[in-house]
């Protein structure tokens, strides 16, 4: 799963989205569009780096399906902030299955094969029926397919509103205390639905054996001055378990599947199916080991949507390549931040600011 | 220590309260009042060549075009319009006016601006009309680190002309920051001030405008703007002089990397017999390409120019011209009569529409600078005339879009600056 270098990676994705590529171009007329006029011929494509990277932001503002609308057998959405335009994922069977088996095969080669007790740190409604998800139902239920039984610890008080259910968590974590159990919830609603409520009950438990793993919202704990050092430390003493335990992992709902888990170093690393490239802020172009870019991540996973090759909105810096600590090749990167809104710079720059830029 | 002041030295203050500043230039109103006006232009002009000259200064963004705009014959035809008619004598005491009647424009005391972005030189032109005026002036700056404007202010405690130095320029000024939430050291420099000039969005125009004032207290606000251009059909379907067009129309959007309220961002125009949208869309990326290159680039910047290219190139009727992905220029082609959102770093939305006449209706106040290029002049004139009606407030060639000049956002610079004085003895 990381035994690739990242040439040898380089030599097997390009073929892949070579071909992907514009057969995903023929069947989604704007992303046809897209690589049309921004792509160049996808044969002179010798690099990963040399596909146009899409921004994420369009799968906001357009409908971007390659399949047929009868193919779709489900709809993953952004989770997104109110009054904001989700993005809108048309996933059909084959990147279904494929989105679900890699990202078990991820989860397996971090925190082994074993099912096991299975605690969310979020609300049942969160993976609500039917054939859409938002993006946090989408990982819930795909970090459940490791799960022997499950419970929610938070529960819904009223619209985006959740309120610790310390009871339920309690006594799941107090039946399993000496035994391996999951713990999945993301960073921001753990921190403070979880980790700060039952440290202001003066509650801590015993789940020895416990892993956590959680993912995104960093910008709302950078905002708190909460680092991911705090974070981890804190939940690791609320929950009994060893800091290693507590795993942060990269992922976005457009590149189901394909996470990026932190290793025992804290570097994060893509699995033999994705890449990671950091775009130098000023050219765009690859940026070098150890230069801050904005992240684009490269997967080879989605089938029915255009999502193999995308700019998302983070900053993150490559910090080895082929030779981290922990012994993964490829690239390891390191997350580093939403990207923020430069200063206004001028007396022109107020009036974007009140209007919004794409 | 909440308030930062920034010395000419080079230094920073940190004090708590804006008292010891407020006393320091209330000493200096009097002196100032006293400068004769020729000097002190002779003083400006000195800066402004310094200012290219000046290791600390001379590699600032937009800094020759400050320089351009403080010669001195820039500053008088400002204060020959700006002063009635009456001559910039008036600065310097009474001048007739009528039969038996005399005329003076007197300081008008302390004024306080509340500063935008942090282009480094729109602290300066908004300071320099103040100067002119003799008036005192406090700025609060958008940044707590100003590192240009701080350094042009330097450059400008070293120049001299006439009688006058620099040296007594800056004491006539102070530069500060402190948070736009410290509502009291808001409130304190507001009622302080005897003119008040407010640069900013909506949000910073409407805060500032809710402080308490004096009641005799004179206003200025620059809110947030739009800019634009527009083509005529004459104008293109004529070969002789158009690159001369189009390269200014470049030029105006790299000055500033397209951030000041007079930078275009929607450039309109005229369906014609001779040259398509794309034809013209190439033709304007020749001359975004030969622009020299841009110092460097944030990412939320880049991710915008990015975005904005994926959606032109992704939407059905339109179109996108880039140099490859680097983020260094964009065109962005379309047939929607409609104001693009600034994306800026030199990225020009190029729509075509039938008839000028079709914009109107989308102009408003928020659009102050037209950059028009028409055959004729009786075309442009009737643009101006409606598009004036509509709120714009300059139509001006391509290439002189920036020109910081009276009136700005249809007000004259000075009218706020001063009072006006009768005698009839």
Redesign the interface.
């Known amino acids: 799963m990381f035994s690739l270098r990242d040439d040898e990676k380089e030599r097997a994705l390009l073929p892949i989205l070579r071909e992907l590529c514009p057969r995903l171009a023929r069947e989604c007329p704007p992303y046809g569009r897209f690589l049309a006029r921004l792509g160049g011929p996808p044969p002179s494509w010798e690099t990963l780096a040399q596909i146009p990277p899409l921004p994420v932001a369009m799968f906001k503002r357009f409908a971007l399906r390659a399949v047929a609308e009868e193919a779709v057998v489900r709809e993953l959405r952004s989770s997104g902030t109110t009054g904001q335009t989700p993005s809108v994922l048309a996933v059909d069977k084959a990147t279904a299955f494929r989105q679900a088996k890699a990202l078990a095969a991820v989860l397996k080669e971090r925190i082994g094969a074993a099912r096991r007790p299975y605690l969310v740190l979020d609300a049942p409604e969160a993976v609500g029926p039917g054939d859409t998800l938002t993006a946090r139902g989408a990982a819930i239920r795909g970090i459940g397919s490791f799960a022997t039984e499950t419970v929610f610890g938070l529960r819904r008080t009223g619209p985006g509103d959740l309120e610790p259910d310390l009871d339920a968590a309690g006594a799941f974590l107090e039946a399993h205390r000496e035994e391996p159990v999951l713990v999945f919830g993301f960073t921001y609603m753990v921190w403070t639905r979880f980790v700060l409520e039952a440290e202001r009950r003066g509650v801590a438990f015993h789940a020895t054996q416990a892993i956590l793993l959680h993912s995104g919202g960093w910008k709302k704990l950078s905002d708190k001055a909460v680092s991911k050092e705090t974070f981890t430390d804190r939940a690791s003493r609320v929950l009994g378990c060893p800091r290693t335990s507590i795993i942060d992992f990269y992922g976005m709902v457009e590149q189901a599947g394909s996470i990026f888990l932190d290793c025992e170093a804290g570097n994060k690393h893509a699995p033999a199916f994705a890449h990671v490239i950091v775009r130098a802020p000023d050219s765009l172009r690859p940026a070098r080991t150890g230069e801050p870019g904005i992240l684009e991540v490269v997967s080879v996973l989605p089938t029915s949507y255009p999502g193999n090759v995308l700019l998302t909105e983070d900053m993150g810096v490559v910090v080895a390549t082929d030779d981290c600590p922990c012994g993964r090749k490829g690239s390891a990167f390191r997350f580093l931040s939403r990207v923020e809104r430069a200063p206004l710079r001028g007396c022109g720059d107020t009036f974007a600011a009140t209007r919004g830029t794409p | 220590m909440r308030v930062h002041h920034f010395l000419a030295t080079g230094e920073t203050r940190r004090l708590d309260s804006l008292e010891p500043i407020l006393e320091a230039l209330t000493r200096e109103r009097e002196p100032a009042a006293e400068r004769k006006i020729d000097h002190v232009i002779a003083c400006h002009e000195d800066f402004g060549r310094r200012i290219l000259e000046d290791a600390r200064t001379r590699s600032i963004d937009g800094v020759a075009f400050l320089s351009a705009w403080l010669r001195r014959e820039n500053l008088e035809a400002t204060l020959a319009l700006s002063l009635h008619g009456l001559g910039r004598a008036a600065l310097d005491g009474f001048v007739p006016h009528g039969r038996g009647a005399f005329l003076a424009a007197r300081p008008q005391g302390l004024v306080a601006m509340w500063l935008?972005?942090?282009?480094p030189t729109?602290p300066v032109f908004s300071l320099v009309p103040a100067l002119l005026a003799k008036d005192v002036a406090l700025l609060k700056l958008?940044?707590a680190d100003p590192a240009g404007t701080h350094a042009l202010i330097s450059v400008l405690a070293e120049s001299e002309g006439g009688s006058v130095r620099g040296a007594d320029l800056v004491r006539q000024a102070a530069l500060v920051w402190f948070d736009h939430r410290e509502k009291d050291l808001n409130e304190r420099l507001s009622l302080a001030a005897d003119a008040r000039v407010v640069?900013?969005?909506?949000?910073?125009v409407n805060a500032i405008g809710a402080l308490p004032r004096q009641p005799h207290a004179t206003e200025a606000v620059?809110?947030?703007?739009?800019?634009l251009a527009v083509l005529g059909r004459k104008r293109l379907e004529r070969e002789e002089g158009l690159d001369a067009v189009l390269a200014a129309i470049a030029r105006d959007a790299a000055v500033?990397?397209?951030?000041?309220?007079?930078?275009p961002h929607t450039v309109f125009i005229e369906k014609n017999g001779r040259l398509g949208l794309e034809a013209t869309g190439e033709r304007l990326a020749r001359h975004l390409e030969a622009l020299p290159p841009?110092r460097?680039?944030?990412?939320?910047?880049?991710?915008?120019i990015?975005?904005?290219?994926?959606?032109w190139?992704?939407?059905?009727g339109r179109?996108?011209i880039?140099p490859g992905?680097?983020?260094s220029w964009t065109v962005c082609l379309d047939r929607e009569t409609s104001l693009k959102?600034?994306?800026?770093s030199r990225t020009l939305f190029l729509t075509e529409v039938a008839s000028w006449r079709e914009i109107l209706p989308i102009l408003g106040p928020?659009v102050q600078t037209c950059g028009i290029s028409f055959e004729d002049d009786e075309e442009a004139r009737a643009f101006a005339e409606r598009a004036g009606l509509r709120g714009v407030a300059r139509c001006v060639r391509p290439g002189l879009m920036h020109l910081y000049e009276s009136p700005w956002d249809g007000k004259m610079l000075l009218d706020p600056l001063v009072r006006w004085v009768t005698l009839r003895p």
């Open positions: 935008a972005g942090n282009l729109l958008a940044s640069w900013g969005g909506r949000a910073a620059f809110g947030p703007k739009y800019s500033f990397d397209q951030r000041a309220c007079s930078s841009k460097g680039q944030d990412a939320h910047t880049s991710l915008a990015a975005s904005a290219r994926a959606e190139a992704m939407s059905e179109s996108v880039v992905l680097e983020p959102a600034p994306v800026a928020e």
